[in-house]
């Protein structure tokens, strides 16, 4: 009886703790999601979620309360389609806010009106733009309040790594999708045993041999082909 939100969720937090329970470091500070750098520590739950997305996966834990029958192919296109729907709104959103954030923590003057500096933004950026009288921004209580300051960009580059590291799974799955053993050893190795050992960089091209891109999030988000 959980909802697919539910699902999401229970796997993104499984993600978690598999980083702790797979840690082969033996300093806490370092082991398991200790130490890891705020922008990749949603790497290992974020790359969990993936899985919720595959019919493969979804087909086979999924049963009508009275029948018994898998989740309905033409349901789960229109849940992926639900998914996409206007993401690329949501990413401009989000860079918006990232760069607002960024500025504001590194060049900005705390002595100047901020209202001008977001508008700066939102004429790079937006493509949408909300009323002169709103003030969206005095209750931005992420990036204020909430630790955030300067680091609100990592939501959207957690999801970049996370996307790239589960295309690795895509790139290397046999023909019916099963993923590859050799890759999952692979991830488990460069990314879960080494927790916060070492920069997070390093572990991911430990991983995918070079440095993460942004195709995979263009393509799961339906942005790309
Ligand atoms: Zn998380």
Redesign the pocket.
């Known amino acids: 009886m959980l909802t697919h939100d539910d699902v999401l969720t229970l796997f ?2 499984c ?2 703790g598999l980083h702790h329970l797979l840690t082969q470091v033996d300093e806490l500070a370092v082991s398991g999601i200790h130490g890891v750098e705020w922008d990749a ?2 790497l290992p ?2 790359f969990m979620e993936n899985f919720c997305w595959e019919w493969n996966v979804l087909q086979h834990m999924t049963a009508h309360v009275d029948t018994g029958a898998p989740l309905p192919r033409a349901l789960f296109d229109k849940m992926l389609a639900a998914k996409n729907f206007q993401s690329g709104m949501q990413t401009l959103r989000q860079i918006e806010f990232a760069l607002f954030d960024m500025l504001l923590h590194t060049s900005h003057d705390p002595a100047v009106d901020f209202l001008p500096l977001l508008h700066t933004v939102r004429q790079e950026v937006a493509v949408m733009h909300p009323p002169a009288w709103s003030r969206t921004a005095h209750t931005f209580s992420h990036i204020f309040a909430g630790g955030y300051a300067a680091g609100y960009y990592s939501y959207k580059w957690a999801e970049v790594l996370s996307a790239d590291a589960y295309a690795a799974f895509e790139e290397t799955a046999a023909a019916d999708g099963t993923p590859s053993a050799e890759t999952g050893r692979k991830y488990r190795e460069s990314i879960l045993e080494a927790g916060g050992s070492r920069p997070a960089m390093e572990s991911f091209k430990a991983f995918r041999g070079r440095e993460p891109t942004l195709d995979a999030l263009l393509r799961h988000q339906g942005m790309a082909a």
């Open positions: 993104h937090e993600g978690h520590v949603e739950s974020q």
